[in-house]
């Protein structure tokens, strides 16, 4: 079936988007509007009979060129969504927080919906069939983390393979030894049966033996060591005196599915926009501290953020976690800022635990590149002498 003619005001925004060396076509438009993605086209009467014409709302250009760069052919258009969502399109090969575009709502939740439905992948399914049938929780667990320590004992000896041949890994999970094998077996265990499954101390025990070693990283650093350990004190109190745990969600891989499907169309859409912002901010905000701790220690803003990090084990948790996506490529950390926003509604108390550990920081990031300026003027003087 010949597709129709594109309309004139289409032919206008193409012509634009070409211009600003974009090569959207007009196919491209209509699978975005019947995504939901761009606003359809307006109707306008010309008057006295004359009928009328089309014409594209003011903020279709903005949202075209944003996906004309956010598009990466042979991926979900949902991905793109989330990339203009969260991280700035253009950015290249720096973080930059993302521009305010006016997405429509629905684009957005149906993009988050796919990013959580898309973590469902053939390894969680392959353990829930392994907890299938058993006739006690207990029973369930032990299944689940037998067929996980198979699954990464696996991956371990073909990656070892690859690395003895020097040929690339494409695996998003690197394994380097037993420690890696052991992490990532409780880690995924409580991804698929939940952390009170699990328990506290084994979900901190993977945490601590850091299996988010993706892209070949550093181990923990012993500061992020201790903030965990102080995070794992606090929530035994918290289960000694009847309350949740507080911090151990943020240490998931990644929440459990069917949780967060039920959770998410429920969020305010303001308030997921306003967790977008606090991480987005964060991202650009938080490798600032850390150099500053090195290079202007005594500065009375590093200072006070180092005794919000000792003071609310949180706090210390968001900032590392937001500077390494702040460290990382666009192209990669637009999941980091994704992970991060659905991560914080993973338990009813997850929004609020992020504004008071905001609140902490309240107001020593307030202006972050004055305090880079600072780090600069500190480092170039010690270059000088």
């Known amino acids: 079936m010949p597709r129709t003619a594109p309309s004139r005001a289409d032919e206008e925004l193409l012509k634009r988007l070409r211009d600003r060396g974009h090569s959207v076509t007009a196919p491209q ?15 306008e009467a010309l008057g006295r009979g004359n009928g009328s014409t089309s014409r ?11 996906l004309a760069m956010a598009v990466r052919q042979g991926r979900p258009l949902h991905e793109a969504v989330l990339r203009v969502f969260t991280v700035h399109p253009g950015a290249g090969d720096d ?14 939740r149906a993009a988050l919906q796919w990013y959580v439905r898309r973590h469902d992948d053939p390894l969680m399914r392959r353990l829930r069939q392994a907890a299938h049938g058993a006739r006690t929780s207990q ?9 996980a320590r198979r699954y990464f004992d696996r991956a371990l000896r073909r990656q070892r393979r690859l690395r003895r041949r020097d040929l690339d890994l494409f695996d998003p999970i690197r394994l380097h030894d037993a420690n890696d094998v052991q992490a990532w077996t409780l880690w995924i265990a409580a991804t698929a049966l939940g952390t009170e499954e699990i328990g506290l101390d ?23 060591i201790d903030d965990l350990e102080k995070c794992r004190d606090e929530d035994r109190r918290r289960e000694l005196r009847g309350e949740s745990p507080t911090y151990a969600p943020l ?3 990644y929440p459990g599915t069917e949780t967060l499907l039920r959770v998410l169309p429920r969020i305010d859409f303001t308030t997921l926009c306003r967790a977008r912002d606090v991480f987005s901010y964060l991202g650009e905000a938080a490798p600032i501290y850390q150099a500053a701790r090195r290079v202007i220690p005594d500065d009375p803003d590093v200072r006070h953020l180092d005794r919000a990090c000792a003071q609310e084990p949180l706090v210390a948790l968001v900032l590392h976690a937001t500077a390494a996506m702040g460290r990382r490529p666009a192209t990669d950390a637009w999941k980091s800022l994704t992970r991060l926003v659905i991560g914080t ?24 590149w004055g305090m880079y300026a600072r780090v600069s003027a500190a480092w170039s003087a010690s270059h000088h002498r």
């Open 29 to 43: 438009l209509e699978r975005w509007r019947a995504a939901g993605i761009l606003p359809a086209n307006e109707r």
């Open 56 to 66: 594209t709302p003011r903020e279709t250009l903005q949202i075209a060129e944003a």
């Open 95 to 108: 973080f930059r927080a993302t521009d305010r575009l006016p997405l429509p709502e629905a684009a957005i």
């Open 139 to 147: 029973e369930a667990a032990d299944a689940v983390l037998e067929a």
């Open 202 to 224: 084994a979900l901190y025990d993977a945490h601590l033996r850091n299996p988010v070693r993706t892209l070949n990283g550093p181990r923990l650093d012993r500061s992020l």
């Open 251 to 253: 240490l998931t891989w």
């Open 345 to 368: 509604f993973s338990t009813p108390s997850g929004w609020h635990d992020l504004e008071q550990a905001c609140l902490a920081m309240h107001p020593a990031l307030d202006d972050p």
